[in-house]
């Protein structure tokens, strides 16, 4: 029997990972306890040609788009294109928000959530915004006026956004909660030696051209003392990788790995090699291994990078000052040095709360 429904819109696009911890958001509500006899739905606002349509839709959520644009912080033509997006975009989701009668609004940032949240203000509808990298986007520095709540991972945004803004943390997806394996079985399953140290090589949910460069440039180095399981991205390997895949059976190489795939990966590894995203930042948090994080150049992901840094929880390299010779000298510190591996585990499991599963249902259960 059910008395009462509640139904949540997510927002989020364009990549993936303004996606993944609302996905994470949506498995907690649906494990928590509401009022008895009440049936939770869920509705997702992303972009027409966004990857995120896919990641919705293998979830079993219901998936709507809007036109989204995107303002810049510079003088462009396509400033004033996109506001009639922007514009149409607004009425779209006060027509969606008319029909679909929402409780509440969640979005992670993008730009396509910011018509539907000046929508949901105007409506009357409350809006959660959960913040995730150091330096606040500009998506959301528009929504977060018109926003009741705005969920931080780190303390340094808590004055970004004032009384609005609580320290959360950053949830986990519950695959890695609840598939646990062992190093062992991770490495033979994926078909890797036990006795020889593994990289793993990460660079997010589209890959990372320049570290892929790195690797394959120094790849006869690399293999002389470690394994390499090598995530490229999806759309980013190429013949000289197969070919090396083919002569050396030290190297080994993924376009994308789901998350289950991921875990073996994560478990397998001695050291990671990564992109600064808020996904991955958030599962080295959790797995608690050493890590080289190598930040997009001039983005948002060096100031998350420089929150690790400054706790010594992971060995951070400038991809501008970066050569083969660094890379290979910083990867072999790590491995021979075990109070320095110590270290960086121990302090990379402080940096981001992952087990913050209470709180934001609470904030959640507050708001409906």
């Known amino acids: 029997m059910i ?4 139904k949540i819109i997510l927002s989020g696009g364009g990549t993936g990972g303004s996606v993944t911890p609302l996905l994470a958001m949506v498995d907690l509500l649906k494990r928590g306890k509401f009022e008895r006899h009440t049936e939770i739905e869920f509705l997702w606002i992303g972009t027409k040609d966004g990857q995120e349509r896919q990641l919705v839709n293998s979830s079993g959520i219901r998936f709507m788009s809007i036109p989204a644009g995107k303002l810049r912080r510079y003088l462009s033509l396509q400033n004033f294109l996109d506001f009639f997006q922007i514009y149409l975009g607004f009425w779209q989701s006060c027509y969606i928000i008319l029909k679909e009668k929402p409780n509440l609004i969640i ?5 396509v959530s910011v018509p539907l949240a000046w929508a949901a203000w105007f409506l009357r509808v409350p809006v959660l915004i959960h913040q995730l990298d150091a330096r606040p986007g ?5 929504m977060a006026p018109f926003a009741k709540t705005i969920s931080v991972i780190f303390k340094k945004s808590l004055a970004d956004f004032g009384k609005k803004a609580v320290l ?24 890797m030696r036990t006795d020889k140290p593994i990289l793993l090589v990460i660079g997010g949910g589209t890959g990372a051209g320049a570290i892929n460069d790195f690797i394959l440039e120094n790849i006869s180095s690399l293999t002389k003392f470690c394994q390499i399981l090598h995530i490229t991205g999806k759309g980013k390997s190429n013949k000289k990788m197969e070919e090396i895949m083919e002569k050396n059976s030290g190297y080994k190489f993924f376009e994308f790995l789901d ?17 600064a ?12 291994k050493p890590a080289i994080i190598i930040p997009m150049p001039n983005s ?18 400038n991809q501008k000052e970066l050569d083969g010779e660094v ?28 087990e913050c599963g209470d709180e934001i249902f609470n904030i959640v259960k507050g708001l409906i």
């Open 3 to 6: 008395n009462k429904k509640v």
């Open 107 to 111: 979005s992670a940032g993008s730009f």
């Open 138 to 142: 500009l998506a959301n520095k528009l």
């Open 168 to 191: 959360t943390g950053n949830l986990i997806r519950k695959e890695f909660i609840e598939n646990k394996i062992s190093k062992r079985e991770a490495a033979q399953k994926i078909g």
């Open 259 to 275: 998350a289950f795939g991921l875990i073996k990966a994560f478990a397998a590894a001695d050291i990671i090699i990564s992109r």
């Open 277 to 288: 995203g808020m996904g991955t930042l958030t599962e080295l948090s959790y797995i608690a």
């Open 300 to 317: 948002h992901q060096e100031e998350n990078a420089e929150i690790f840094s400054k706790e010594e929880a992971a060995v951070v390299l």
């Open 327 to 354: 890379l290979l000298n910083n990867i072999k510190k790590i491995l021979k040095d075990e109070e320095l591996r110590n270290k960086l585990k121990n302090n990379i499991k402080k940096i981001i709360n992952t």
